[in-house]
């Protein structure tokens, strides 16, 4: 069944543009940033000023909020070099992601904080767990990624 603006078959995605899916992790890239943003520091801020604690009591801190919003805004800008750096952060946050919750469901405690921070940690993963698949398997949908990956290639000499 074709479109009736564009007379394309649904889900038929033009070359050059990038795909709904790759828009949605970009944007789920920016929500992670602004989640562990909320829930390292603003909660733990918020609350601490609510029981009148040293403000900083609670807060974990962490750069990958900056790392993922860096990594998003390069995906939505179509930057060259983006493709590259969805592998390297993703191979990256990946193992540090998985290695901290293997440790923490090894001893869990099940504090407020250690809570908000698995489920964080969680999302997150899921994230670049997509990313890293889809920058692995579908490099074409990733805007101005010249680089040929070696799954490509693999699958050319068939």
Not at 32 to 39: H, L, N, Q
């Amino acid at each position: 069944m074709a479109h009736a603006e564009s007379g394309h078959a649904p889900g038929f995605q033009p070359e050059g543009e990038p795909s709904r899916w790759y828009d949605f992790l970009c944007y789920s890239l920016m929500f992670a940033a602004v989640a562990t943003v909320f829930i390292k520091y603003l909660f733990p801020i918020s609350f601490a000023l609510a029981y009148q604690q040293p403000v900083l009591t609670h807060v974990q801190w962490d750069l990958w909020p900056a790392v993922h919003f860096w990594l998003g805004w390069s995906l939505m800008q179509h930057k060259s070099y983006a493709l590259t750096a969805a592998l390297l952060v993703t191979v990256v946050e990946i193992a540090f992601s998985g290695l901290k919750l293997a440790m923490f469901f090894a001893n869990p405690e099940w504090t407020i904080w250690n809570a908000n921070w698995m489920l964080n940690e969680a999302l997150c993963a899921s994230i670049f767990v997509a990313l890293w698949y889809t920058a692995w398997r579908r490099p074409e949908i990733f805007p101005n990624a010249f680089m040929p990956l070696p799954s490509k290639v693999h699958s050319e000499r068939r």
